[in-house]
């Protein structure tokens, strides 16, 4: 506790209050105005202690002031008066009376009660001694009881034990107003026992003397004083009669009138739930039950006389503590709550079996990747990849899952063109790229975990040649020095993937659809589809046909001899439709080629070359390298392959074509000097058509990458 003055001062109000509420219920007992004790004893009302303080006459109580503490004695008499009870009993100090042989007289005790009797159940009759007998009369010998007591040495006597050895008891008669005691010797004294001097005999409470044998050997119980349990009532009618009158009648509010068992006159007690004095007006009052016995475990509610529990909102229960009490319920079981859980239970299970078909499926396909990629030889690729690392020549293996991200799920917004390799899609990849050479459109990568292989380019922005030669609607036009350029490119990739590249490539299908522009319009091959790359020891390779009719290579579809040089005609094709802006093949069966291989080395053996020009390009300015070049293409033409030129040879003669710039007048382009012009390029290149043309750097390269039907 705090030393707080103020807290302190509260306390100590507290205390006062609740002091003061106990004087006053104490108080209450007795009539307002009235003495209410008398020394330790309390005086209720019905007893009091003169005027209209006591009911009648009979409880009156003396109060003597002359001894410390005062004393109370019933009526005049010298009864006094130990505690008085409401429920109808009264305490009075009772004497021993006692017989010593020395006297050798029997003794008498009078007690006279007028109007209370001896309560006869709480009461008890008790002889002290070796040759004892007491009985006790009452109501002018209405009524007599007694016993003998017997023994032959103090120590038979059993401590505890009143049965007849030196010590007896019997019961009190009912309605004992009065009574005589007689104590005295059974056998006039001849049987006296030095050691047990004396006679004893009381009326007691029952329990309040405890026997000792001790007490056979004494004086010790001549002064002593008992209390005796007397019962009270009011009046000498019962219940009914006393209610005939009213003004008379005891009982007050919130009481009943109880008849007395023993005698005559009626009490009076507080009805259930109600505490007090019944016989003072207003004198029971409610029990507030819900703070004395605080029965409840929810909520209390005090009523008059009585009280109820109820549990609060939410709660179920009684709500008495000795009952259910009050609990929080901990399943609500209401329709809806079980509908609800029961569809929350059956999502929850669908969901569970739909994420499981899910797991499953990926699982599936996941293992699906892997034997796609090891169908697709993929183990053998990542083996060939991790020998060469170093060589700068990296291609990356692809998931199935980026691919099909960097092509929104090959979304058909991103399909660039179908042919006969399959779908051409355009992509996104997140990292960079790689670069072989700036004509050859880059192989970045592929993947293996589709059930059809596929292969991973960069993106070329400008359209194929083709578009911008060949398609009527496109307006785009190509000056010859871009044409010129582009077939150096072309032939300096072309030358690049037969000799340069660490595996030599032929490419197989080469046309104008195949060659692709950048915005800057540099050319970029592309399409590998066709492609084979082969090893030092199968420079030859016999295999099915393939490419595209009509820049095939005639030895080839002949013999099915793949060599170098079936490029080397297809890029002559190539040529005469740079140099003629006509088609030199037929795509449709419908369709007619203005000018085919066979018919362009005709007309140029007729020398007339110029019809056939792209009048577009032609200019008086040119006409010496569309003629040189005219040439070139025939070499490339030529049917046996080994007499055309190889691709290096033709891209080194069209960058010196492009380098030689001679002012050539339109006026003096004269049918002898083309001649001449043809003769000197034609001897200077016509027997230089064989040359090593495949010098790998990978002699020792053994394995071949068969990517045939790859896209
Ligand atoms: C109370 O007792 C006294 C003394 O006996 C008596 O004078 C008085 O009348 C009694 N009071 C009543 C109301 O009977
Ligand atoms: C009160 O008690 C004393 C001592 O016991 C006694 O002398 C006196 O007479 C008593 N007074 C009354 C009024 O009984
Ligand atoms: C009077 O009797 C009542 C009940 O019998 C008891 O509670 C109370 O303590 C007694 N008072 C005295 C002073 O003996
Ligand atoms: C007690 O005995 C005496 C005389 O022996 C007698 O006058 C008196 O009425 C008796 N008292 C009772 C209550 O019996
Ligand atoms: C009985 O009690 C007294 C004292 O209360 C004791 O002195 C005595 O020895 C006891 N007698 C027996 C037989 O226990
Ligand atoms: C009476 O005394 C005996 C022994 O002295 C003891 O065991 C017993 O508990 C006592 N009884 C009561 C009611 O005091
Ligand atoms: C008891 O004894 C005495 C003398 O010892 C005798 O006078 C008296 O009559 C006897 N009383 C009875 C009732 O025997
Ligand atoms: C009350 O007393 C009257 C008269 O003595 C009697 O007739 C009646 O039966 C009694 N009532 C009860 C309930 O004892
Ligand atoms: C009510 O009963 C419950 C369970 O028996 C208990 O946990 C809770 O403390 C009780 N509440 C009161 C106010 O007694
Ligand atoms: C308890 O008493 C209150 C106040 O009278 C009342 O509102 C409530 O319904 C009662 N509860 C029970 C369970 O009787
Ligand atoms: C609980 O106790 C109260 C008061 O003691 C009683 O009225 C009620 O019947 C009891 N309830 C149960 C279930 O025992």
Not at 58 to 72: E, G, K, L
Not at 260 to 265: L, M, Q
Not at 498 to 520: F, M, T, V
Not at 635 to 643: D, P, W, Y
Request: proline content about 3%.
């Amino acid at each position: 506790m705090s030393c707080n003055p103020v807290a302190m001062m509260v306390l100590m109000l507290i205390l006062a209050i609740m002091m003061a509420a106990t004087v006053k219920k104490a108080a209450a007992q007795a009539k307002p105005g009235c003495q209410s004790h008398c020394g330790d004893v309390i005086i209720p009302y019905p007893f009091g202690t003169g005027g209209d303080c006591n009911i009648s006459e009979d409880f009156f109580i003396t109060c003597n002031t002359s001894v410390i503490p005062n004393q109370a004695f019933l009526t005049t008499g010298n009864i006094q008066v130990m505690n008085i009870s409401l429920d109808g009993h009264l305490k009075i100090l009772g004497s021993a009376i006692y017989d010593c042989y020395v006297s050798g007289t029997s003794s008498t005790f009078q007690v006279d009660l007028l109007k209370f009797p001896i309560d006869s159940i709480r009461n008890k009759l008790t002889a002290i001694g070796c040759d004892t007998y007491a009985f006790v009369r009452g109501n002018n010998d209405e009524y007599a009881t007694g016993c003998l007591s017997f023994c032959s040495s103090i120590t038979d006597a059993i401590n505890g034990s009143c049965s007849g050895i030196g010590c007896c008891q019997t019961a009190i008669p009912k309605g004992v107003r009065g009574y005589n005691i007689t104590l005295g010797s059974y056998t006039n004294y001849s049987r006296v026992l030095l050691d047990n001097p004396c006679s004893y005999a009381f009326v007691a409470e029952d329990g309040v003397y405890n026997f000792s044998n001790s007490d056979l050997g004494g004086y010790d119980l001549q002064d002593k004083e008992f209390a005796v349990v007397l019962d009270w009532t009011i009046g000498y009618t019962n219940c009914s009669e006393a209610k005939e009158d009213m003004n008379s009648f005891a009982c007050k509010e919130n009481s009943i009138c109880v008849d007395s068992e023993d005698t005559y006159g009626y009490l009076c007690n507080c009805l259930d739930g109600y505490q007090g004095n019944p016989y003072l007006s207003n004198g029971c009052q409610d029990i507030n039950e819900c703070e004395t016995l605080q029965p409840c475990n929810g909520t209390c509610y005090n009523l008059a006389g009585s009280y109820n529990c109820s549990c609060p909102e939410g709660f179920e229960g009684d709500g008495w503590k000795n009952g259910t009490g009050c609990t929080r319920p901990i399943h609500d079981t209401s329709p809806l709550n079980v509908a609800l859980g029961i569809g929350f239970g059956f999502v929850a299970i669908l969901l569970g079996i739909a994420l499981l078909l899910l797991m499953l499926r990926q699982r599936q396909i996941v293992k699906l990747r892997q034997k796609y990629f090891l169908q697709n030889g993929g183990n053998l690729l990542q083996h060939h990849l991790s020998q060469r690392e170093g060589c700068g020549e990296k291609i990356k293996v692809f998931a199935a899952e980026e691919l099909e991200k960097a092509t929104n799920s090959y979304h058909d917004s991103r399909i660039l063109g179908q042919g006969g390799q399959g779908t051409v899609y355009k992509g996104t990849l997140p990292d960079g790229r790689l670069i072989n050479h700036r004509n050859v459109v880059n192989l970045l990568g592929c993947c293996l975990e589709t059930p059809v292989p596929l292969l991973v380019y960069e993106y070329v922005t400008n359209g194929t040649l083709f578009d911008h030669l060949h398609n009527v609607a496109d307006e785009s036009f190509i000056p010859w020095e871009a044409r010129l350029r582009i077939a150096i490119e072309t032939a300096e990739a072309l030358s690049y993937l037969h000799s340069s590249a660490s595996i030599p490539i032929i490419h197989r299908d080469i046309k104008l659809a195949n060659i692709l522009l950048d915005d800057n319009f540099t050319a970029k091959v592309s399409d590998f589809g066709a492609s084979r790359l082969i090893t030092s020891d199968q420079a030859q390779i016999t295999t099915m046909v393939q490419g595209t009719f009509g820049y095939l290579d005639p030895e080839y579809m002949h013999t099915g001899q793949l060599t170098e040089k079936s490029d080397v005609y297809s890029f002559g094709v190539v040529l005469i439709e740079l140099l003629t802006g006509q088609k030199a093949v037929c795509f449709k069966r419908s369709e007619e080629p203005k000018v085919l291989p066979v018919q362009f080395v005709s007309l140029m053996k007729e020398d007339r070359l110029l019809e056939i020009l792209d009048p577009k390009v032609l200019n008086y300015g040119n006409v010496r390298h569309l003629k040189e070049v005219a040439l070139l293409a025939r070499r490339c033409l030529r049917m046996k392959g080994e007499e055309r030129p190889s691709m290096k040879e033709v891209a080194h003669e069209l960058a010196g074509l492009q380098a030689i710039s001679l002012p050539w007048d339109k006026s003096n382009l004269q049918e002898e000097e083309t001649e001449y012009m043809l003769g000197v390029f034609g001897n200077s290149y016509s027997d230089g058509a064989t040359g090593s043309s495949l010098g790998y750097d990978s002699i020792n390269n053994r394995v071949a990458f068969e990517l045939e039907g790859a896209r």
